[in-house]
């Protein structure tokens, strides 16, 4: 079984950054891929970004690209997120996500494990 656990969610103005991390337990992540999606409210889970198994590719959701950027430490068994140059829009709650398999999704039935979710709030 896999735990994931989001932490780093909190309150930023507009224009500011924010990292989240998620850490596994129970299995490493250098078995399959990791994602983030994030929930508005009022609104479906929506993709943000996942990464491969080893870290060799990256996927991001257009409204991200060039401003978040996906990591993993497969020694540490964590996920990361930096975001920056966030706005109101970006507002939600993160979830991480993983799935046995090595490649990359963006559809979130594809992930098996999810964490708890971190609340991201964005005031303009």
């Known amino acids: 079984q896999v735990q994931l656990a989001e932490s780093g969610g909190g309150l930023v103005q507009a224009g500011g950054s924010l990292r989240l991390s998620c850490a596994a337990s129970?299995?490493?992540?250098?078995?399959?891929?990791m994602a983030w999606f994030r929930q508005s409210p009022g609104k479906g889970r929506e993709f943000v970004s996942s990464i491969t198994w080893l870290g060799g590719r990256r996927y991001y959701a257009d409204s991200v690209k060039g401003r978040f950027t996906i990591s993993k430490d497969n020694f540490q068994n964590t996920l990361t997120l930096q975001m920056n140059s966030l706005n109101p829009e970006a507002t939600a709650i993160y979830y991480c996500?993983?799935?046995?398999?090595?490649?990359?999704?963006?559809?979130?039935?594809?992930?098996?494990?999810w964490g708890q979710g971190t609340q991201v709030t964005v005031s303009s």
């Open positions: 996500a993983s799935t046995p398999a090595r490649e990359i999704f963006t559809t979130e039935n594809k992930y098996d494990h």
């Open positions: 129970g299995r490493t992540l250098s078995h399959g891929a």
